[in-house]
């Protein structure tokens, strides 16, 4: 998905005092999160706030958070807990970064007081069985280590609340607007996929078990006795990627998986309708960016997703893969709908935060704590 930010504002020294001292931690290289802390690197950078991001190695290669303003460091355990003793708030994006930074926030002396921000970017429905038992513990551990916990929707911050979070509010992360590179036109992004001649449906994100792709596979059976067949196009890499292909192959399915993509974006721009399967969502970032590039969604009815899209995508059960099928074959029929939706979607997106109505209300929370520290 698309990383590059908007152009910041004039720097501002908004604390008449020595520039606040922030540390930003990743737990991983997820889209989303990492191009939200890009997105706040610059704004507050841009600020007169000291920006600090400990994150994988790779994250700093995608995302280039030195280009942002911000210092750099290796998310080793030893690199964290020395960035955080000299923080004045470590802002952690992820319950696992959440749990790292308790961790290294508690094992330093010198951090002891700083105030901890999570932002809960995403997470899963409740599970059984043990794994669910250490799911909501370390949700648990987090949300009661937090100074704030910020959610990107609603049921996020309830979640935060019934693990024991002191305080929990609702903060939407902003979408960063596209490069200044004009993107490829969508004919040629199809002629390279070989869908000149029939739909493209695109769904992003990780190859893991929440995303839903078995479900998804289950509804392209069904588009197999469609003419002209559309092809689906995944954009993703993770641990199920091995079982997706063999399920492929072996299904004569009419889906490619392309790994992971940069360029998600562009894909989504030149197809007709992008699919999102998952079994649990926050903030989407595909169905941020389908909404505002005027692509026709398809969603699973969960998590933060309605609240996130409004009257904007069509929204269908989770599990049901024929009302899955069924929709976007719908839509594929009916060019007017998809005209329809792609306007309203881009209405929807006119209503979302910008960047810097993020930086500025994550700045408030900052101000806030650093506040209660010093009275």
Do not use: I, N, Q, S
């Given at each position: 998905m698309s990383s590059s930010p908007v152009s910041p504002p004039a720097p501002a020294q908004p604390y008449g005092r020595?520039?606040?001292?922030?540390?930003?931690?990743l737990g991983g290289v997820g889209p989303g999160s990492c191009a939200h802390v890009r997105s706040l690197a610059t704004g507050l950078a841009a600020r007169g706030v000291r920006v600090t991001v400990c994150a994988p190695v790779e994250?700093?290669?995608?995302?280039?958070?030195?280009?942002?303003?911000?210092?750099?460091?290796?998310?080793?355990?030893?690199?964290l807990r020395a960035a955080c003793a000299g923080a004045d708030l470590v802002?952690?994006?992820?319950?696992?970064?959440?749990?790292?930074?308790?961790?290294?926030?508690?094992?330093?002396?010198?951090a002891r007081g700083v105030p901890l921000v999570v932002t809960w970017h995403g997470g899963a429905p409740e599970v059984e069985g043990a794994l669910g038992r250490v799911g909501r513990l370390l949700e648990r551990h987090v949300a009661r280590a937090a100074s704030v916990v910020l959610g990107t929707s609603w049921d996020q911050v309830d979640l935060a609340r019934r693990r024991g979070a002191r305080d929990a509010r609702l903060a939407a992360v902003a979408v960063p607007a596209a490069g200044p590179e004009p993107a490829p036109e969508p004919e040629k992004i199809r002629a390279e996929l070989g869908v000149v001649e029939r739909p493209l449906l695109i769904a992003v994100g990780s190859l893991v078990a929440r995303r839903g792709y078995g479900l998804l596979l289950e509804a392209a059976r069904e588009w197999r006795a469609l003419d002209p067949v559309p092809l689906l196009v995944i954009a993703g890499e993770g641990?199920?990627?091995?079982?997706?292909s063999r399920r492929i192959e072996a299904e004569g399915l009419p889906v490619r998986l392309l790994g992971r993509r940069r360029d998600a974006?562009?894909?989504?721009?030149?197809a007709d309708v992008a699919v999102l399967p998952s079994r649990w969502e926050g903030r989407s970032l595909l169905a941020q960016e389908a909404l505002r590039?005027?692509?026709?969604?398809?969603?699973?009815?969960?998590?933060?997703?309605?609240?996130?899209?409004?009257d904007a995508a069509v929204l269908v059960p989770y599990g049901d893969a024929e009302a899955l099928a069924g929709a976007v074959?719908?839509?594929?029929?009916?060019?007017?709908?998809?005209?329809?939706?792609?306007?309203?979607?881009r209405a929807q997106a006119a209503t979302w935060p910008s960047e810097d109505d993020t930086v500025a209300q994550v700045l408030a929370v900052y101000d806030e704590l650093m506040d209660?520290?010093?009275t």
């Open positions: 020595e520039p606040l001292r922030t540390v930003h931690v994250a700093e290669g995608a995302y280039d958070f030195t280009g942002a303003g911000a210092d750099f460091t290796p998310d080793a355990a030893t690199a802002h952690a994006h992820g319950v696992r970064a959440g749990m790292r930074a308790a961790l290294a926030l508690r094992g330093d002396r010198r641990p199920l990627r091995a079982e997706l974006d562009r894909l989504l721009a030149a590039a005027g692509v026709a969604l398809v969603a699973t009815r969960v998590g933060g997703v309605p609240e996130l899209v409004g074959t719908a839509l594929l029929a009916d060019p007017e709908r998809r005209t329809r939706l792609a306007e309203a979607g209660r520290r010093r």
